[in-house]
């Protein structure tokens, strides 16, 4: 129930002046006067409540010059204060945000998205371009397209709450229907808002005015509902003198004209509002209170990064949503460490939040290395990398399934599946393919009869690159069929490799001084592995097989043939182990054709052509060096 008690407080409004604006007198206000760059704006001193519906009835003078005129008037609605302008030539209210202006723009700019005609506009956020989101209703034509005529020009505004319709009549004419929640959109919730007129001149100038009619913004004050954690800023229905609101329970400050209430039970308040003559107006209303749902995410998360998890929320709201467009219930991949929000609103439109956070802990960079072609009987140590531990699938010719370089003697083509984890327990898996290519099959030219300096043409055939190493008397070393003439009894013999660059050998002839006689030798090459550690800086230590058999112990003798394939696997960090012509410390006189030369951790290969005296030799350490003979 609403009681009046005459005169009404509020009937008329106290208008707060900024910069330019001068009060005239008979409620009549100069904006801005006929002068370059001038600025001013007249502020209710209280706020209206955008949830009760308001009707302003006033006048506005645009001034006399038209091509040269100033910037316009608009009317608007803010939060911030009663004390607002915004920049020159943004009509007064250019970034006063949150807002809402209607504006009578007197001044065209192309470049803003105005029309050729003076016109009006609504924005919002103090943005004055047409052509951005922020303009809601865009530019409509006013009159005959010029009010800078020297006229006082009638504007009523209209705002209905209740299906939130902002009208705007111009001379009688309706311009603006705009059906829009400016309490929700624009402020937030709050239904406070000072309202009031700003204007503005640029490089042109006019004599811009408001007369205040009348106005109408008193209703009751509507009941409201808040949920129990929320909070709510009513703002009084009139202006007044003396503000009260009672009980003085849950509110900042009672005796404010925009209080805060935060009740935390259903609580009924009596609002009165007296001017400096006694006479007040009463209002009731009640405010409800709401309780929030109980909302629970779950508990905390820790998982390996690429892992698949499910959210399910629990408690009792009517509705649940989760951030990071997750669904409830569902399946998803978690790639880093994140918390996910989740929300539920009750019936009442109360909202509960809670938070789970899943923890993404880091996987190993496993690489197995690059797939091998190999050829039959070879060997090969795998390089691992990228994790704490490995495992080997399957266990295949392989020398130990859980370290990262075993070596691999597969009989057949394999493709090793390796784990590799990390101490925090995640792992990822990668893959190496080992081909097995065969030996070429190789076959030598017929006998042929030659006597004592004479030439024979001998010829492997099979493979696509040779190497003849033994006699000195031959025409090519490296094509299939090169001449020789022997003087004495000689076996020529030949490492062929096909396109796989497997290498065989065989013999290409002998020959016998005495007989005259090539014959055909079948002798074949072998592959040796020895591992190599040493013992301090005083010698090597070296286990495997050479031509002899087993070999161990500090700095042996080792031999083997032309053609074998020798795989020095060299674990001696700080010996630098050197496979050389002539013993001795440094790098000078090193085996051409070894691979990795010089290597404290790696695999030296070694495939010898020529038959002699060799040596393996520390290049930092005399003491630690050893003979290969070749045969």
């Known amino acids: 129930m609403v009681v009046f008690v005459n005169p009404i407080p509020g009937s ?3 208008f707060v002046l900024n910069a330019s604006a001068t009060n005239l007198g008979n409620d009549e206000y100069r904006l801005t006067d006929v002068l370059n760059f001038d600025t001013g704006a007249i502020w209710n001193s209280t706020l209206v409540n955008l949830n009760q519906p308001f009707h302003f009835d006033v006048d506005l003078y645009f001034g006399i010059n038209d091509v040269n005129g100033a910037d316009g008037i608009a009317f608007g609605l803010q939060q911030l204060s ?13 970034g006063i945000t949150p807002s809402v202006f209607i504006e009578f723009d007197t001044y065209q700019n192309g470049s803003l998205g105005d029309i050729s005609d003076d016109h009006v506009a609504v924005q919002i956020n103090g943005s004055i371009d047409h052509n951005s989101p922020n303009s809601i209703v865009s530019p409509i034509s006013l009159g005959t397209g010029n009010i800078e005529d020297g006229l006082w020009h009638n504007c009523i505004f209209d705002w209905n709450p209740v299906n939130q319709l902002l009208t705007v009549k111009f001379d009688g004419v309706q311009i603006i229907n705009l059906n829009y929640d400016i309490v929700n959109n624009i402020f937030s919730g709050s239904p406070a808002a000072f309202w009031g007129f700003t204007a503005s001149t640029g490089g042109s100038n006019n004599e811009q005015k408001v007369k205040y009619n009348s106005g109408t913004f008193f209703n009751k004050i509507i009941d409201q509902a808040i949920c129990s954690t929320d909070s709510l800023l009513l703002s009084s229905p009139v202006i007044a003198d003396i503000y009260s609101w009672t009980p003085n329970v849950f509110i900042n400050d009672s005796s404010l004209d925009t209080p805060t209430f935060y009740p935390s039970v259903n609580t009924t308040y009596i609002f009165t509002g007296t ?10 209303f009640q405010i409800s209170v709401n309780n929030i749902p109980t909302v629970n995410a779950g508990n905390d998360q820790t998982v390996c990064s690429g892992d698949s998890v499910t959210l399910n929320a629990n408690g009792n709201a009517q509705s649940f949503a989760w951030d990071n467009s997750i669904i409830d219930g569902q399946i998803f991949e978690v790639i880093n460490t994140q918390s996910y929000l989740l929300t539920g609103t009750s019936s009442d439109g ?21 797939d091998i072609n190999l050829c039959v009987s070879d060997s090969v140590q795998l390089q691992a990398t990228g994790a704490d531990n490995y495992l080997w699938f399957p266990n295949l010719s392989l020398s130990d399934l859980n370290i990262s370089n075993p070596w691999a003697v597969p009989t057949l083509n394999t493709t090793y599946i390796l784990t590799g ?11 190496i393919s080992i081909v097995i ?9 017929i006998d042929a009869t030659i006597c004592e300096g004479d030439t024979a043409q001998i010829e ?5 690159t040779f190497n003849w190493f033994t006699g000195n008397n031959i025409s090519n070393s490296t094509v299939s069929n090169p001449q020789v003439w022997p003087s004495t009894t000689t076996t020529f013999k030949v490492i062929a490799s096909d396109v796989n660059t497997c290498a065989d050998t065989t013999a290409g002839a002998e020959v016998d001084e005495n007989g005259c006689v090539i014959t055909i030798d079948d002798s074949t090459s072998s592959t040796f592995n020895i591992n190599v550690t040493a013992n301090s800086s005083a010698n090597y230590i070296l286990a495997g097989t050479d031509r002899n058999g087993d070999i161990s112990g500090n700095d042996p003798e080792l031999t083997f043939k032309v053609g074998d394939v020798i795989n020095f696997s060299v674990n001696a960090s700080g010996h630098p182990f050197y496979l050389k012509t002539t013993a001795g410390t440094g790098v000078d006189n090193g085996i051409s054709g070894v691979t990795n030369n010089g290597t404290t951790d790696d695999t030296t290969s070694w495939t010898p052509t020529t038959a002699g005296t060799y040596y393996y030799q520390c290049s930092l350490h005399g003491g630690m060096v050893g003979t290969i003979i070749i045969e």
């Open 12 to 14: 008329n409004p106290n």
């Open 82 to 94: 009663n004390q607002q302008l915004g920049s020159g030539g943004g009509i007064g209210y250019a």
């Open 275 to 284: 001017n400096s003559f006694g006479c007040f107006v009463k209002d009731t």
């Open 350 to 370: 109360c909202i509960s939040i809670d938070t789970v956070l899943i923890n993404a802990l880091s996987l190993p960079s496993t690489d197995a290395g690059s």
């Open 421 to 431: 984890s990390l101490i925090n327990g995640c792992t990822k898996n990668d893959t």
């Open 437 to 445: 290519n065969p030996l070429p099959v190789l076959t030598t030219s």
């Open 460 to 464: 492997v055939f099979g493979a696509n």
